[in-house]
């Protein structure tokens, strides 16, 4: 009996050791703001929040892969293809990611994605959901709503943005 305890509390230690995809998240949670599916197959965008603190404004989304296959995902933030942005739609006033002083993307990764770009890329197993985040800058404090453009997907238009 005393060795069956033993051997499960190591098995049990030893698996606690095994690391774990610090991006991938299990089911449960807060609840998006919005929903929607990009162009890959099996995909869904959740836009977890929308928050202004100061000077800067964080947008949080998770990519969930209902699919079969495993999904290469990216989001391209920085260089010549920006495709994942923020917009004003009132005054037309585009914002991109922020960058610190050697040019690395805010954001949950700054990686090299193809195409003169950087930004975040992902394979996304079936089943599986993986959470990001990046800061641009924020809009006035008079800018009540955004929309928000993220790289192959419709955007979120109207988005409400929450003051910290």
Known sequence: MKRTIVLALAGAFVLSLAPASPAQVTAGGPKPLATGPPNWDGVTIDLMSVERKGSVLTVKWAVRNQGAKQADVRFFMTGKTQSTYVLDEESG????????????????????????????????????????????????????????????????????????
């Open 93 to 164: 006033t585009k914002y991109y990611a922020l960058t610190d002083k050697e040019k690395n993307t805010l954001a949950s990764e700054h990686e090299y994605i193809g195409g003169d770009a950087y930004g975040i890329s992902e394979i996304v197993a079936p089943g599986a959901t993986y959470r990001y985040w990046v800061k641009y800058p924020a809009p006035p404090p008079a800018v009540k709503t955004i929309n928000i453009f993220f790289t192959n997907s419709d955007p979120f238009e109207g988005v409400a943005i929450t003051d910290k």
